[in-house]
């Protein structure tokens, strides 16, 4: 560490270069972070998923519906600990880009079952009691401006209602949060009751899917291949599986994400890699004639090779830093116009930490032919140059 | 001058090779900037191609009012049916049922949302460029289907003379159909009747395609929809219905292609400054001595500019050439968020996106040349000989 300041300076004396060899590597990691982040954004629902939920799914495509019935069958399953229903609204809140899933949903069981969504229980009083009520995350109704006690108007596309209309009214009466913010979707959400007494009476009777939670999440294939087997020869069928299965699933149809950004990933640092190994070899090659005064002086090979190497790590963790920094404010000021079309968009940490130690490891890849060659340096004609 | 300009540029174009090492780093840097600009544009591209392609003017398609985008969420009855084929400007119908069903894709082996079509005849009349290029049509009243050329080639079991269990019936797949490329070739067709008994729609259907007397005539048709107080109905031309369902996703990849394109330039164009710093400082002797020998400045500042215009010159060429190779033609299927279902399309390097990419590569090594050239003609001459 008594080096530091020695490899400070000796990064900092070709100023432009550094500079701008740094402003590359800030770029790159920029990039790192926010490709990182979007592609997160599809695979999130993957992840934080919770473990001890199941998703029962009609058998032969989402779009069909199961009907309501099937909620008591499954509740009577052994091993599930409890049930409920949701049902894909579709809508539109005063334009198409102002897009957020809908559901209705039976207000205390829901919140029952997504243990990790808090909500205020007298608001919960008003959701189950009040008829039209709806309640929404709380970044939601912020990003919308709406008041406790607003109507607010959706217009219906799947789900019409049986008076021929299609305009939806419901009153917000409370605001939920998701605990560590690790939301799946951010879903408005009203009363199940009220929809279906409202909609086309055809119509009526049919969820989309059915939420489980099981008493252990280990016996979570036993208990799927169960609750299939229940309907197996119904003309609704089932098909269960966790819910991070079924969110994989989803995902997976718009296609491999994470494929499409690796590669831009990859091609930016083939890039950086080149450019700033080309850097350091030049820095080294300019500095030939003092590696040897260090060497005359009394540093050992290690050493000096250690100085070289260091000073690479120096500069492409400093990019990365700030980089990443810099994709971190990014995506905040930009989260609200992307959330639109991509969802929930967060830096996180697992992307914050890979960065930095993709940036050191670069620094290492790029630093270690110049230190090898800083260590071999013979003193005598190295001092003749 | 010009022959001052001519002979320093050559000079210095003649010993790049010896700086080979750095000047890769333009190359690669501003090589890398074009092939993702190119290949996602030609993203962009290829999907609004697919579904721009799959509209005719005359051609309108009817859905129940309020359901203004998807033939998903669409139910019409027989008595509006009924209602469209008597008025005027409609040459032919053809009632449609629009359903997807779960088919894994073979690249993922998860199951995809693919549409399964029920058609009446008159269905290809409407559509002259649906063409059986394998097998035969199905026949009315079986359980028989046809597949688009990309739905067979993207999804597990659609072969020609497979049986395709599709929610709880068995469909033989008798013939491949291709439309031009346009987003029909990702669908699944069979017959209406069929299709209506087999997913329990009974009469109803999804929407209606139109064959228009002429392409105006959708907006009086809307008008006698309107006019009719027990009919709701929408009728969007065929054009302006697939062109408000490519909007969003074309949107988005274009935004995006962009966006990431111009902070990959930033980085490169920092590269390019480095390495052209870096040549001008090697060169500073040389350039001295031609400035001794009685040549301009602006030669000089020419000459640094060309050096890195040629290499970036290069880098956008090789960038395009990789997105080229690589992508052009490359079939991807996405989940299409107005139909709801998985639309295959092929990326699209047209010579506009070719076009836009070596503008971007010789705006950034005029860029990336501009500060090093001046720099390199401001050098006092007597110090620069010196080698300070």
Redesign the interface.
Known sequence: MKSFPLIWSNLFRRR??TF??L??????F??FG??RSIAGAFEMGVNVAGVDRLMVSPK?????GLPISHLAQIEAVEGVAGATHMTWF?GTYQN?TNFFPKFPVQPRVYFDLYSEYIIDPLQLDAFERIRTAAVAPADLVEEYGWQIGDRIPI????W?RGD?S?LWEFELVGTYTVRDDESTFASFLFNYDYFDEARIPDTQGIVSNFVVRVTDPDQAGEISARIDAQFENS?N?TRTATEEESN??FA?????IGLIMNS?LS??F???L??TA??M??ALRERIPELAVLKTLGFTDRRVALLVLLESVLLCGLGGAVGIALSGFALQALGPELQG?LGQIEMTVATTLSGVGIALLLGVVVGLNPALSARRLPVVEALRK | MLAQIFQISLLNLRNLPQRL??S??IV??IG?VV??LVAILAMAAGFSATLNRSGAPDRAIVLR??????E??STIDNRSRQFVGTLDGVRLSSGELY????IP?RA?L????VVIRGVEQSAFEIRPEVRIIEGRNFSPGRNELIAGRAAGEQFVGIDLGAMVE???SVWEVVGIFEADGSAYESELWTDLAIAQSAF?RFSLISSMRLQLEHPGAADSLQEAFDNNPSI?LAVTSEEEFFRGQSQFLTT?ITGFGYG?AL??A???M??A???M??AVSTRTVEIATLRALGFGAAPVVISVLAEAVALALIGGLLGAAVAWFGFNGYT????NQGS?S?VAFDFAVSPDILATGIVWALSLGLAGGLFPALQAARMPITRALRGD
């Not at chain 1, 402003?23 to 790159?28: D, H, P, V």
């Not at chain 1, 997976?252 to 491999?256: E, F, L, P, S, T």
């Not at chain 2, 009012?65 to 998807?70: L, M, N």
């Open positions: 432009v270069r701008l060899t402003f590359s590597i800030i770029a790159a920029l990039l926010l490709l032969y495509s989402m779009v069909d579709g198409p217009e219906g596309d799947i019409l021929g299609d003309i069928p994989r699933q997976a149809q718009v296609g491999d831009i091609a930016v083939f890039t950086i080149l450019l080309n850097t070899t030049q079309f | 090492g750095s890769s780093v690669v840097g890398g092939a993702v009012g309020g359901s203004s985008s998807a998903l969420s359903t997807v069903a779960d894709k993922t998860l199951p995809s949302n599709l929610r709880q329990r709701d988005l990431v902070i990959m930033v980085g490169a920092f590269a400054l480095n390495t710093y870096a991807v299927s996405t989940l709801f998985q």
